[in-house]
Structure formats: C-alpha cells, structure tokens
C-alpha cells in the first residue's frame, strides 16, 4: 500500500511539500517530523485497478 504523505505549514497549515512513499517508509518518516516537531497530514493513495 502506498501512502501520500503532505508536510504541513507551522504557522497556518497549508501544503509545503508532498511526496508518494511505500507502507515501510511511512514510520521513519513520522518519527523524524515527530524529532523535528513537523506537522503531517497522511492518506492512503488510490490504486486503479485496470
């Protein structure tokens, strides 16, 4: 499963920077903003099935 991971503004929460990671990397991301005191929102991403 993929997950989409958007870095979130400080002062008023807009996007700043969004990448596409893997399910294995979703943890060590989370733990580096949480050392860093970053604020995440993240959503699985939508796979199509063709």
Excluded at 26 to 43: C, E, F, K, N, Y
Aim: no cysteine; glycine share 4%.
């Amino acid at each position: 499963m993929r997950f989409e991971i958007v870095r979130l503004n400080d002062v008023d929460g807009t996007p700043v920077e969004t990448t596409v990671v893997d399910a294995a990397s979703v943890s060590r991301i989370v733990q580096q903003a949480a050392a860093l005191g970053q604020r995440l929102w993240i959503r699985p991403v939508e796979t199509s099935h063709s």
